[in-house]
């Protein structure tokens, strides 16, 4: 399959009491994750960024198991689950080669920021997206 992965180096201040990552902190890797795939697709234009945007709908979390504080990064995965319409839904996985902390799922809507209303994907964003589609 293929994905975007992204070396996300950990935060002294994700840690928790208990030296592990907090579970809030998973939503920020998720993010910066899709934000760096993405980023090559962003109009440079700031009125068309605001035009051509995306907006997240829904994220589910599936904690596996606790992530440690420590000074090597962990790879944060995106694939393209579906891309249809208005709709985009991306899938991650939070690991390193030993282990995988979480999977999680986000569903985002294709969203025009000046109208206020969903937009449809545009081919250029559909065939960016095809890249990294999930093969059923």
């Not at 208005?86 to 282990?99: P, S, V, W």
């Not at 997206?129 to 093969?135: L, P, Q, S």
């Amino acid at each position: 399959m293929p994905t975007f992965t992204y070396p996300l180096p950990l935060r002294w201040a994700d840690a928790d009491s208990y030296g592990h990552v907090n579970n809030s902190c998973y939503l920020t890797y998720l993010e910066e994750a899709r934000t760096r795939m993405i980023q090559e697709l962003l109009p440079a234009d700031e009125a068309e960024r605001r035009r051509h945007a995306f907006v997240v709908q829904q994220s589910l979390i599936d904690y596996k198991t606790p992530l440690d504080y420590r000074d090597q990064p962990v790879h944060v995965d995106v694939w393209v689950v579906t891309c249809r319409g208005a709709r985009l839904e991306l899938g991650y996985a939070i690991r390193d080669t030993e282990n995988t902390y979480a999977e999680a799922t986000t569903k985002i809507a294709a969203y025009n920021l000046e109208t206020g209303a969903p937009r449809r994907i545009s081919e250029a964003e559909v065939e960016f997206f095809a890249r990294y589609k999930k093969e059923a």
